[in-house]
């Protein structure tokens, strides 16, 4: 009898210190796949709400139903999924990470938390300090750990004095620029007025990146899908070449620029285009998706399915390479 009063005062406490916390993250079911749901700031996109919580944006557009280019207005919930991606460990130094709560409700028990929320009882008690697994309607409890980028969220704290970019310090968009890689681009500036929910008239600023034949099709066409590489998924494992049609051959380039060469793979969407680099040789391509991979003994246990066209730019000898993608499935 002592034993459950103490744990439900101690409930009362850990509710009461968590509630105060306005912008806590809560978890929450949508679509059956548990999600953290996060309060939009002035000024915030899905593209900077993925980077604050290591997500693809790709993903977390498709979890809103939304476009990762429009702009998000402020105070509207986005669901954050929890996943491999952004999942915090207890190696993650304090400040990478954020924990996400779940307030308890009726027929809630920690087992089936634990299970839903993928993550071992012991632990959640530990970080809870519970002392058996008694729980109380209405008791907030730490669930999980979240990777988390603060300095990202640095830049949407101050409501009064939101960030625009500065058309006269932006480079002209007849200036010819150059990233980190060498490759060279310019910029085409845009701009356009939108309505915010308190009815003030916002101005809104962007840049357009346009490559220069230095890249190819495939690869202007990944440098936009990835945002110059700023939104990325990477991949590492077996890639397998299949033999090309004797009608494709004639397309190919013998270099990443000029070849147009497709591939299977099981996650990325149809049209996405992937960088696949072979470490072993620091040689590269770009490969463009037709589909997933094909139920073969092929493609057993590989990551990806490439045309053999493209071993000779890979600098590959065998039929399998280790390789290393890079891409963002839109």
């Known amino acids: 009898m002592l034993l459950r009063l103490f744990t439900t005062l101690l409930a009362l406490c850990v509710y009461t210190s968590y509630a105060s916390v306005g912008d806590s993250l809560f978890a929450t079911s949508k679509n059956d796949k548990w999600m953290a749901a996060h309060t939009a700031k002035r000024g915030e996109t899905i593209f900077s709400i993925a980077k604050q919580y290591h997500v693809?944006?790709?993903?977390?557009?498709?979890?809103?139903?939304?476009?990762?280019?429009?702009?998000?207005?402020?105070n509207t919930i986005v669901y954050v999924p929890l996943g491999a991606f952004n999942k915090a460990t207890a190696t993650?130094?304090?400040?990478?990470?954020?924990?996400?709560?779940?307030?308890?409700?009726?027929?809630?028990?920690?087992?089936?938390?634990?299970?839903?929320?993928?993550?071992p009882q012991r632990l959640i008690q530990e970080w809870n300090q519970m002392p058996d697994n008694s729980v109380a309607v209405g008791q907030v409890l730490i669930v999980t750990w979240i990777l988390f980028d603060a300095n990202e969220e640095k830049l949407f704290t101050d409501q009064s004095k939101p960030a625009t970019p500065s058309v006269a310090a932006a480079p002209k968009p007849t200036d010819v620029l150059q990233n980190a890689k060498g490759q060279k681009y310019t910029l085409q500036m845009k701009e356009r007025k939108e309505t915010q929910s308190d009815g003030s008239i916002a101005t809104i600023i962007t840049k357009d990146t346009v490559w220069t034949d230095t890249l190819g099709a495939f690869g202007k066409t990944y440098m936009q899908q990835t945002a110059n590489e700023k939104y990325i998924i990477e991949e590492k494992g077996t890639a397998v070449f299949y033999e090309t049609p004797g009608k494709l051959r004639s397309r190919y380039g013998a270099d990443a620029k000029s070849s147009v060469i497709y591939a299977f793979h099981n996650t990325a969407r149809r049209g996405t285009i992937i960088r696949v680099y072979n470490p072993g040789t620091d040689k590269y391509v770009f490969v463009k998706v037709m589909g997933p991979l094909p139920d073969s003994k092929l493609y057993h246990n590989s990551l990806i399915g490439i045309g053999d066209d493209a071993k000779d730019i890979l600098g590959v000898l065998e039929g399998k390479a280790w390789v290393e993608l890079k891409y963002n499935s839109r």
């Not at 979890?63 to 702009?71: A, V």
């Open 92 to 119: 993650t130094p304090t400040t990478a990470r954020r924990p996400v709560y779940y307030r308890i409700r009726e027929n809630d028990n920690l087992y089936r938390i634990s299970k839903n929320i993928n993550e």
């Open 56 to 74: 693809p944006p790709a993903i977390l557009a498709d979890e809103n139903s939304t476009d990762f280019q429009k702009g998000i207005a402020p």
